[in-house]
């Protein structure tokens, strides 16, 4: 079965730090890869997707995630951590399975940004 | 250009009542989705239309769960009855184009809290 593996159900780091937020995902064939970001109340914004093509994929607000296949990651990065992204943070894949495609999240990453 | 809408943004029930979801996707998507999220989890997919067909419903719970999508644009999910484990928050969404790899765009959800 397909799966997302997010590591860290938490992660903390402090305003102005690298974050690095990871993703695996198990599928014998490369999916779509996205990353997802939800604000408290809100429903889920896109940050960034990986379809085909350059395997570095850059997003909104300075976030960027590397493809690397030989590794099933999707890792979400960002240099330098600002307050305003403290939020979660979904992993989410999107393989085709049985003649259609089908839709499956992680459990998702809540970030804490110290000032 | 109008979000996702859906109502009501929360509904508080009795077990065993029924309960409806409301959800307008953006115009001109032709694919909306509806998920459930439990607290600390990532979203579930539960049903997925391309226009008025539901293509995907195999996580739809069908002894008490229903949707529709007359004309292929606003949808009604649909619980009868309603148990506590039911209790999450219930997400729309809605992409454009019918392959894999696209945005999706998500509603704010519908708090569900079965008493």
């Known amino acids: 079965a397909q799966s997302v593996t997010q590591l860290g159900s938490h992660v903390s780091v402090s305003e102005g730090a690298l974050v690095l937020l990871r993703c695996n995902y198990s599928s014998s064939v490369p999916p779509y890869l996205f990353w997802y970001v939800q604000y408290p109340n809100q429903g889920l914004q896109l940050l960034l997707k990986y379809t085909t093509g350059a395997t570095l994929v850059k997003g909104i607000n300075g976030f960027e995630a590397e493809f690397k296949k030989s590794e099933t990651s999707f890792h979400l990065t960002k240099p330098s951590a600002h307050m305003s992204d403290a939020a979660e943070y979904f992993c989410?894949?999107?393989?085709?399975?049985?003649?259609?495609?089908?839709?499956?999240f992680g459990t998702g990453t809540r970030l804490k940004v110290l000032a | 250009e109008a979000g996702v809408v859906q109502s009501p943004r929360y509904k508080i029930i009795e077990k065993k009542q029924p309960v409806a979801f409301w959800c307008n996707p953006i115009s001109g998507h032709n694919t909306l989705y509806w998920y459930l999220q439990n607290l600390g989890q990532g979203p579930e997919l539960l049903i997925r239309y391309e226009n008025e067909e539901a293509v995907d419903d195999s996580q739809l719970p069908k002894d008490r769960f229903s949707a529709e999508r007359l004309k292929g644009v606003d949808s009604t999910l649909k619980i009868q009855p309603a148990e506590l484990g039911d209790s999450a928050v219930y997400l729309c969404a809605s992409s454009y184009g019918l392959a894999g790899g696209r945005e999706q765009f998500f509603g704010p959800g519908t708090r569900l809290t079965v008493l």
């Open positions: 989410a894949v999107s393989p085709f399975v049985g003649g259609t495609y089908k839709y499956i």
